[in-house]
Structure formats: structure tokens, C-alpha cells
């Protein structure tokens, strides 16, 4: 069937793709692309292996809507059309940063704060038609408070600190196998350093309850709220949203703090791409 949408959500993890095709819809799913740390030509390698052969008439995409990590400037989204365009040419492509399609997918033609909390975090406020306001994504070093590398590099500081009780430090070691020396170059050295550092967050799950961890992931998360959402004047007076691993693992740490801040808690959800197929389905139809 021509005429096929393609719409993707990409973070730096990991992507959803969708296709619209008339009233049939299909999801699938890559690892993450950033612009950041991938090259176009490294980009086009990924998408040739693990999307295309997925799509069963790809030269039928006559439009992409692409919202990724990092796509805020010409040069970052250069990289990402330039491999696009050569893997569909028929198609019109259109790409802008990963936080609209959370605004998108989450509030719909409402007003709200939209939320994600991924590997990274971002923020917005989402006035039911475009993104009227938003606290810069700062990247994994100087931000992305609450996200997955945060919460990664709090609990690596306590360890390398030597703050964890014996019990939790041993099984730290265990889980991870790794030492203060090769912790620190994965760090500093490897080619996705955000990855790495999100991985560790899986911790917090796997330890739910433990008090100084559970104190520690709440500081984790309360810090999104002061420096993000509390930074919106309308986050008193519209639902706040939430979308991304982080959000849907500890949806009750983020319900509770909304409650203790006094915002009224929208929807959190896992991944946005149900919603953004029907956010476009509902745009096609109109």
C-alpha cells in the first residue's frame, strides 16, 4: 500500500518505529540513535540492519516524522536526515527533538507538562499546539536530572566513596563485575558513556525498598521536580505527564512526589508510540 507514514521516537537508548498504513499500524524496534555520538554513515549501518528489514515495502514511506535525542540544531539534525534520505528517497522527511513527541503523545491537543525521563531528561510545558516552553536538555554531565545516567552516577559516587552498606556493596560488585579503575575509563572514554552510566540504574529496581538506596533514587528523582518541572509557573494549573523507562519503573516515586508538590498527575506511560499513532491517525482522518 503506498502512502505509508513513518513516524519514529528515538532516545539515545533506544527507538520505537511506527508505521501507519491506512487503519494497520506496526511497531519496531531498534537501539537509540544520537546524533551526538553516531555519524550519519553509522546511522544508515544501524537502520540497514535492524529497521529495514522489518519494513515489508519500504520504497511505499512517503513521510517521516522523526523526534530524536539531540535533534535540536541544523547541524545534529543534518546527521539524522542525511541517512534517512538516503534509505527513502520517495519520502518527505521531517525531524525535530524527541521532548514534541512526548508533548504529542501525552497531551494531545491539551494543555501540559510533558515529561521524559529516559536515559536523559527534558521537560516542556505543551500549550496544546506547539512546545511554548522548555528547560534546555543539558546532556548527561550537566543535566539530565532524574534520568538514567543521573541515577547511574549517583550510585557509582556512593560506591567509589564507599558509602554502600557491605551487604549492597558486594552485591554491586557482583552485579556489575567492574572496578574503580575500568568504571572510570568506561566513563570518560567510551563512546557512549550515557549508556553505560544509565545501566546502573537497573539497580534501583532490583533493590526496591532498601533504604539508602530508596532515599538515594528519591533524591534522584525530586531533583527533576526542583530544577525542571518546577521552573513552570502552569505546572500548578495543568496535568504533568510522563513518558520513558525511568518514569514507568518508578511511577509511584513520581506519583508521590506530584502529590507532595501539588501537581495533578497525568498520564505516565512507558513509551509514547501507541499514543503517537493515534495522534497522527487522528491527524490524517481530520
Known amino acids: ?34 546524533p551526538y555520538f553516531l555519524s550519519t554513515a553509522q ?36 546527521i539524522v536526515f542525511n541517512a534517512l534520505s538516503v534509505l527513502f528517497p520517495a519520502a518527505t522527511i521531517h525531524i525535530t527533538y524527541d521532548l514534541v513527541a512526548s508533548a504529542h503523545a501525552l497531551c494531545g491537543q491539551s494543555k501540559g507538562i510533558a515529561c521524559i525521563l529516559g536515559t536523559g531528561s527534558n521537560s516542556c510545558y505543551y500549550n496544546g499546539d506547539i512546545v511554548e516552553k522548555n528547560k534546555p536538555g543539558l546532556g548527561y554531565i550537566l543535566g539530565d536530572e532524574g534520568g538514567g545516567a543521573w541515577l547511574g552516577k549517583l550510585l557509582i559516587a556512593e560506591y567509589l566513596y564507599g558509602n554502600l552498606e557491605k551487604e549492597i556493596e558486594q552485591e554491586f560488585q557482583v552485579r556489575f563485575g567492574t572496578n574503580k579503575d575500568s568504571m572510570l575509563e568506561r566513563v570518560y572514554s567510551s563512546s557512549l558513556p550515557n549508556r553505560f552510566l544509565a545501566s546502573f540504574s537497573l539497580f534501583f529496581a532490583e533493590h526496591r525498598g532498601h533504604p539508602h538506596l530508596e532515599k538515594l533514587l528519591k533524591a534522584g528523582l525530586d531533583a527533576f521536580f526542583t530544577k525542571h518541572i518546577m ?16 518514569s514507568w519503573a518508578y511511577r509511584d516515586i513520581l506519583m508521590e512526589l506530584c502529590e507532595s508538590y501539588g501537581f495533578q498527575v497525568g498520564k505516565i506511560a512507558k513509551e509514547p508510540m501507541k499514543d503517537l499513532l493515534d495522534y497522527y491517525r487522528k491527524r490524517y482522518e481530520a
Not at 231 to 246: C, D, L
Open 1 to 34: 500500500m503506498k502512502n505509508m507514514i513513518l513516524i519514529a521516537d528515538s532516545g539515545s537508548t533506544k527507538a520505537e518505529w511506527g508505521i501507519l498504513s491506512g487503519n494497520d499500524t506496526e511497531i519496531i524496534k531498534t537501539q537509540g540513535i544520537s
Open 43 to 78: 546511522i544508515k549501518v544501524l537502520l540497514q540492519q535492524e529497521l529495514l528489514p522489518g519494513i515489508t515495502e519500504p520504497e511505499n514511506i512517503s513521510k517521516i516524522y522523526y523526534y530524536g535525542t539531540g535533534c535540536t540544531a541544523p547541524g545534529t539534525i543534518g
Open 231 to 246: 521552573s513552570y509557573a502552569e505546572s500548578k494549573t495543568v496535568p504533568v505527564h510522563f513518558t520513558g523507562s525511568i
